[in-house]
């Protein structure tokens, strides 16, 4: 038998794949329609706790949505854009066309995410499949629906992988035991209590700091990379360089022409920069999420303007990092 075909390890797997699930699951539930189960709860209790519960601002300000659409998009796609522009080109030069290219793709991308949100204000609605609903039909309200699940599922799956190749080294060097310390425990023991807690939260407020968690690990991660690219100079004694093995060395050209930018090669880049803005899903769920404000005349304010800063100001942010 093979070693993993043990009893311990299918009942880890078991136990893996429900806490994907549950976490999935969570994140298609919309949000709006639980928060008011809270009050109802609390009515039970003591009327001082209600009342504090009533006084307290619900939904998320512009300034945590910003942050928290930030790093929506700002993630490994991000990081993978240069093995995309390599893919076609070795030069610096060819650094000007894709910036031209993302800042296309960026902009129809923030216009689009936009839209979503103006279509759900124009029906009254805060889910992909109910705008759908409201603007195409019944019938096919399923296919929104469909898609942001499978999004959702598969993007779980991407980042449950990640963790578990990444955390079972550190927790193995820890000296932690070995079933913690294996794959299939790190990702086991990091989403029971991390990543499922995150999930089952009944808002995105809580989330803009682990959004700027993230963000100053890809700053940190750029800024040393711009510490240390003099290192990696050829020729350079002790450098890193001429660490790595010949095979294994990159190779820069010098010369480019716009030739460069019309080979398929150039299609990789492409798609890594449509993933690298992949947050539209989340489009309602920022916008129902949203704290509601009053004008000076005691009527509530649309929310859409503020959804279209906040959107603003997720991409600039975004053009920064």
């Not at 803009?208 to 690219?229: C, P």
């Not at 920069?273 to 999420?289: K, Y």
Request: proline share 6%; net charge positive.
């Amino acid at each position: 038998r093979h070693p993993d075909a043990c009893p311990t390890s299918n009942n880890m797997r078991l136990v893996l794949a429900a806490l994907v699930l549950l976490s999935t699951a969570d994140a298609l539930i919309p949000q709006q329609q639980l928060r008011p189960q809270l009050p109802a709860r609390l009515s039970r209790s003591a009327p001082l706790v209600a009342a504090a519960t009533e006084s307290e601002s619900t939904g998320s300000s512009v300034a945590s949505s910003t942050v928290n659409l930030v790093k929506a998009i700002v993630g490994s796609g991000v990081l993978s854009l240069p093995v995309g522009i390599a893919a076609f080109s070795s030069s610096r030069k060819a650094l000007i066309p894709a910036l031209v290219m993302l800042s296309v793709i960026g902009t129809l991308s923030a216009y689009c995410f936009a839209m979503v949100g103006r279509v759900c204000v124009a029906t009254g609605t805060n889910t992909w499949g109910a705008a759908w609903k409201e603007t195409v039909g019944e019938k096919s309200a399923w296919i929104p629906s469909s898609f942001v699940a499978i999004l959702c599922a598969s993007a779980s799956l991407q980042y449950t992988m990640v963790i578990g190749d990444s955390f079972a080294p550190i927790f193995a060097q820890a000296g932690l035991p070995k079933l913690i310390a294996s794959r299939s425990g790190a990702i086991a023991l990091v989403t029971a209590l991390c990543t499922l807690p995150l999930s089952l939260l009944p808002n995105l407020e809580m989330l803009k700091y682990t959004s700027f968690l993230g963000i100053g690990g890809l700053l940190y991660t750029a800024a040393f990379m711009a510490g240390r690219v003099g290192a990696y100079k050829p020729g350079l004694a002790n450098g890193f360089h001429e660490a790595v093995p010949a095979a294994l060395r990159p190779k820069f050209t010098d010369g480019f022409t716009l030739a460069s930018v019309l080979q398929p090669k150039v299609f990789m880049l492409l798609s890594i920069m449509a993933t690298a803005f992949c947050a539209h899903f989340l489009s309602p769920q920022f916008l129902s999420q949203l704290s509601i404000t009053k004008a000076a005349d005691g009527k509530e304010e649309s929310k859409l303007t503020r959804f279209n800063i906040l959107t603003a100001g997720g991409v600039l942010l975004f053009a920064g990092v």
